[in-house]
């Protein structure tokens, strides 16, 4: 139950044992193609989204690797580890580094970053849309409008949203959007994607330097023109990521979000219903994460004895990262989790929570989830 | 038969489809660090090889990236597309890159490369151990002697040598060697592997700017103290490498290396017993690759009639690549391949030779290839 890897059904697990396919043959360029295909419709873009054979980091690099020469002014709104995250990235290829850090689980202001958009008057805006270090929904939208008033490009790390909940890069303002194979894809980990605007190919064609070899958007766009990469592709994870995609179409995405949304409320819910805080703390333009829970750890037991007594019941939670080390746990509702999956997580919960003597009764978590699951 | 990637073993994609694991976990940690102590001894490198998500180029571009400054002076050795491809990612860098080129097919002069650093004084010299391209095995060995000399960092790209042909990289001096999972190795593509040396870890100490983020040797090593990568891996390729590499275990390296050198002996002596050219020109310390053997097309028939003939029967040989499109055709001898699939694939050669008229009798390649496989 960790916010990505995710489990990998069977099917799609099984797609990777497939005999090798020559990467500049027919078979490979028609599977790209779907896979492109599939990925602009979990995207919701006009774009056509690359594949790249590395994590979502990489696809993260790519983007900043693009965009940013060594004068290019780049605001990086944060609210979490992956937020800033672009900022140690976009350190690599510019001093024109503007963070604008707001604590960890706190949510971004827009006035604050109308003011930083206005002094700064960036080249590039980066943001996460849903902070999976602290479970927060970022306000995407607005924040893209605003950066669109500035004529900016607005770089979407869209790693835990895409494939799980809404996420209309194309409608959110998103010139550079990305996903990560691993998330709400319900693919192995090792592959992301990255979609491209008009605006933002006219930046990268304006730069003067070039970004990294093995992530050079301009080589993916040419290859791509052949339904090839420019590089030998992870191929085994590209059978995967056609059969998870495969996965997505079958439950169709309105399904598929509810389902992240409904397994995310029943988290909040059964949180709640055990006297448990849930740890962002939302203004009005910002929302519980629909893929991640991010939850106080109660007094009475320690992360260890929480992660511990969780994994001794067949679950596995993730911790807090970073400065959140010890302080929360979270539990994911990403990819193809299912109902009866976050119930035997919400049992396990109350049992340790009881065991260390920070609930008194249990039952009330599992019933409260129970209860939103009712909505299904 | 094609010079990666190449076909897997069963019991290596059959590794892909286990379940995922965590790769915070011990489980994900143990794997780890038996990849890294099986490649040690394919690398025969007293240092830690680390893995990387990410093709051979990527590994070529985490070489140069963390070694080359804007204003490192760079002398990149080549005498076929992945030796230039050096030069390539290396103007992403520095201003100061010396390109020391050579036909495509031509062999490394000593006198030339010694000439050039004793210009240059470069601070970093590539080569590549052999050049998939041309079916060349550059003399590594020699030209590493030049490079210490010089007291210069040597990166050597044994992409298509470490494990499959002999590459002791400490002993040829190498102090950045690079590996591709798709090649000798005989696991998927979509990984590499990169080894860094006491002088390498100086040089990336010393610099003054950080090169890509998803490529930091530096986050690497950090990671690598706890068994780890430093963003997610791609965990099912994983799994594969270490089947690969229990494979090649399984084999043991002296009796692989035999295997891979008589493969492509027979290959050279069925093309030569046919009549045909072998490609490369050689001197006196340049060989025949031990793992590609490319081969003139003779008059008669075409790029696209040869591979067509071969891929009608069941084999898939390689044509020239950039400027040698057309004029030469490659039939590899890499990771898993057996004697057997040489033959059939001499077998077909023929006959699409005899259809063709190129030959007037079949026979003669078979029975020079037989004549080699005696030694085995």
Same mark, same amino acid.
């Given at each position: 139950?960790?916010?990505?890897?995710?489990?990998?059904?069977?099917?799609?697990?099984?797609?990777?044992?497939?005999?090798?396919?020559?990467?500049?043959?027919?078979?490979?360029?028609? *599977?790209?193609?779907?896979?492109?295909?599939?990925?602009?419709?979990?995207?919701?873009?006009?774009?056509?989204?690359?594949?790249?054979?590395?994590?979502?980091?990489?696809?993260?690099?790519?983007?900043?690797?693009?965009?940013?020469?060594?004068?290019?002014?780049?605001?990086?709104?944060?609210?979490?580890?992956?937020?800033?995250?672009?900022?140690?990235?976009?350190?690599?290829?510019?001093?024109?580094?503007?963070?604008?850090?707001?604590?960890?689980?706190?949510?971004?202001?827009?006035?604050?970053?109308?003011?930083?958009?206005?002094?700064?008057?960036?080249?590039?805006?980066? *943001?996460?849309?849903?902070?999976?270090?602290?479970?927060?929904?970022?306000?995407?939208?607005?924040?893209?409008?605003?950066?669109?008033?500035?004529?900016?490009?607005?770089?979407?790390?869209?790693?835990?949203?895409?494939?799980?909940?809404?996420?209309?890069?194309?409608?959110?303002?998103?010139?550079?959007?990305?996903?990560?194979?691993?998330?709400?894809?319900?693919?192995?980990?090792?592959?992301?994607?990255?979609?491209?605007?008009?605006?933002?190919?006219?930046?990268?064609?304006?730069?003067?330097?070039?970004?990294?070899?093995?992530?050079?958007?301009?080589?993916?766009?040419?290859?791509?023109?052949?339904?090839?990469?420019?590089?030998?592709?992870?191929?085994?994870?590209?059978?995967?990521?056609?059969?998870?995609?495969? !996965?997505?179409?079958?439950?169709?995405?309105?399904?598929?979000?509810?389902?992240?949304?409904?397994?995310?409320?029943?988290?909040?819910?059964?949180?709640?219903?055990?006297?448990?805080?849930?740890?962002?703390?939302?203004?009005? !333009?910002?929302?519980?994460?629909?893929?991640?829970?991010?939850?106080?750890?109660?007094?009475?037991?320690?992360?260890?004895?929480?992660?511990?007594?969780?994994?001794?019941?067949?679950?596995?939670?993730?911790?807090?990262?970073?400065?959140?080390?010890?302080?929360?746990?979270?539990?994911?509702?990403?990819?193809?989790?299912?109902?009866?999956?976050?119930?035997?997580?919400?049992?396990?919960?109350?049992?340790?929570?009881?065991?260390?003597?920070?609930?008194?009764?249990?039952?009330?978590?599992?019933?409260?989830?129970?209860?939103?699951?009712?909505?299904?």
């Amino acid at each position: 139950m960790i916010p990505g890897p995710v489990p990998v059904l069977p099917r799609i697990r099984e797609a990777m044992s497939k005999p090798m396919i020559f990467h500049r043959g027919d078979e490979f360029g028609t *599977m790209y193609g779907e896979i492109v295909a599939l990925l602009r419709t979990v995207f919701q873009t006009r774009n056509d989204p690359f594949v790249l054979s590395g994590s979502g980091t990489c696809a993260m690099e790519a983007a900043i690797g693009n965009l940013v020469d060594k004068d290019t002014n780049i605001v990086c709104i944060a609210n979490g580890k992956f937020g800033e995250r672009f900022a140690d990235i976009a350190g690599r290829y510019t001093e024109q580094v503007k963070p604008l850090n707001t604590t960890w689980g706190g949510s971004i202001d827009l006035e604050t970053v109308k003011d930083a958009l206005e002094s700064n008057n960036p080249d590039v805006v980066t *943001m996460v849309h849903n902070e999976t270090s602290t479970g927060i929904l970022n306000p995407a939208r607005e924040v893209g409008k605003l950066v669109k008033k500035h004529d900016a490009i607005f770089v979407l790390d869209c790693v835990t949203t895409i494939g799980g909940d809404e996420a209309p890069v194309d409608d959110l303002g998103a010139d550079v959007a990305i996903v990560g194979s691993q998330k709400c894809l319900g693919a192995p980990p090792g592959m992301s994607a990255i979609s491209v605007s008009e605006a933002a190919w006219s930046s990268i064609r304006e730069k003067q330097t070039n970004g990294p070899f093995y992530m050079d958007l301009e080589a993916y766009k040419k290859s791509y023109g052949k339904n090839q990469t420019p590089y030998t592709p992870a191929v085994p994870l590209f059978f995967a990521l056609r059969e998870a995609l495969e !996965v997505i179409k079958e439950e169709g995405m309105e399904r598929r979000i509810k389902r992240h949304r409904i397994l995310s409320k029943a988290a909040r819910a059964a949180a709640t219903g055990l006297g448990l805080n849930l740890f962002p703390e939302l203004n009005e !333009v910002s929302n519980y994460s629909n893929t991640v829970t991010a939850i106080n750890i109660p007094p009475g037991l320690t992360d260890v004895q929480l992660k511990g007594g969780m994994k001794k019941r067949g679950i596995i939670v993730a911790g807090g990262q970073a400065e959140l080390k010890g302080k929360i746990f979270r539990i994911a509702s990403m990819g193809n989790i299912t109902d009866k999956d976050m119930l035997k997580t919400v049992q396990a919960l109350e049992e340790v929570l009881q065991e260390a003597g920070a609930i008194k009764t249990a039952g009330d978590g599992l019933e409260a989830a129970k209860t939103v699951f009712a909505e299904l």
